[in-house]
């Protein structure tokens, strides 16, 4: 009986540690353009649609690309492209702490507005942005040892992880942390190309009963599943192709207008030819005829002077 209480207790403890270890969710895939990584207990996968993120899982975008990501009904997050973003969430008894760690790159959270026990960070190699529920930008450059905060709505707190020191950025200023000043510096304004990437996130609407839906529904509800970035290739892709065209056209007619011209001069060559051929012809004929005429006339005088003479005998 004591055998099977200890046999029981160490069930219990097992199984207890294996929830511990379980990885808790961060949010689930809803659109990616492009080519994306997922690494995953060390190894690298390819995003699907609908794919469960994990804390602990790390995304990765090369140029040109993109993800998008729900995070429960708290919001919606993008990792733009040439991106390193590392995702954390932990929970300690009734607090919730969620955090991004951004590498390098950029990404733009839209998030509604939190509850008191809920935390969410972004973290860089240069600054820390606390946010309670709002639209922002975070672009990040492990290089230059720079980072650069946007915000469209609401209020974020960006503090200088090395000086400690911090500021509020408020609604429609940014904030810039570097390694070379010890508070952060806020401005009155907004990069036009950040802006509208900020609201083209703002647009984006949470998906109520995302697990109950399917893939093909998701996809069908996203309204920029071909955003800026995508249209702006499209375009370049398509004005390269009619230049390509263009220039196809302008060679081909040119060289139709070329061949005509060859044509046109070969015809006339020919016909000027014939047309030699048949004058030197005539005038051949002529020169025959009165060579005849003439040939015919001696024979006639030499007749009629051999009359004359037989006549006088």
């Not at 005849?292 to 006088?312: Q, V, Y």
Request: charged content about 40%; aromatic content about 2%; glycine content about 4%.
């Amino acid at each position: 009986m004591r055998k099977l209480y200890i046999l029981i207790i160490i069930l219990i403890f097992a199984f207890s540690c294996a929830k511990k270890e379980e990885k808790i969710e961060f949010g689930i895939v809803t659109i990616y353009i492009g080519s994306v990584k997922i690494e995953k207990d060390g190894k690298s996968v390819a995003p699907e649609i609908k794919m469960i993120l994990r804390s602990g899982d790390k995304v990765v975008t090369e140029k040109d690309s993109r993800i998008d990501m729900q995070v429960g009904q708290l919001g919606i997050i993008r990792i733009n492209q040439e991106s390193t973003v590392a995702m954390s969430r932990m929970l300690k008894e009734a607090n919730e702490n969620i955090k991004l760690l951004l590498k390098e790159g950029e990404v733009i959270c839209k998030l509604e507005k939190l509850k008191r026990s809920q935390q969410f960070n972004v973290e860089t190699p240069t600054a820390v942005v606390g946010v309670r529920g709002t639209t922002f930008l975070v672009d990040a450059s492990e290089k230059e040892k720079k980072t650069s905060v946007a915000v469209e709505k609401g209020t974020v707190e960006v503090v200088n992880k090395k000086e400690k020191e911090k500021v509020v950025v408020k609604e429609q200023q940014s904030a810039e942390v570097s390694h070379l000043s010890k508070v952060p510096k806020v401005l009155d304004k907004i990069d036009v190309q950040k802006l509208k990437k900020l609201q083209e996130v703002k647009k984006l609407k949470l998906l109520k009963n995302i697990r109950k839906m399917d893939k093909k529904e998701i996809e069908k509800l996203m309204p920029n599943k071909i955003g800026k970035l995508e249209k702006t290739k499209v375009k370049e892709v398509m004005k390269q192709f009619k230049k390509n065209v263009t220039k196809e056209r302008l060679n081909e007619l040119r060289n139709t207008k070329k061949n005509i011209k060859d044509m046109k001069e070969k015809v006339k060559k020919e016909a000027s030819k014939k047309e030699v051929e048949k004058i030197v012809k005539n005038k051949e004929v002529r020169d025959k005829k009165t060579i005849d005429a003439k040939t015919a006339k001696e024979k006639i005088n030499k007749a009629k002077n051999k009359l004359k003479g037989f006549l006088k005998r």
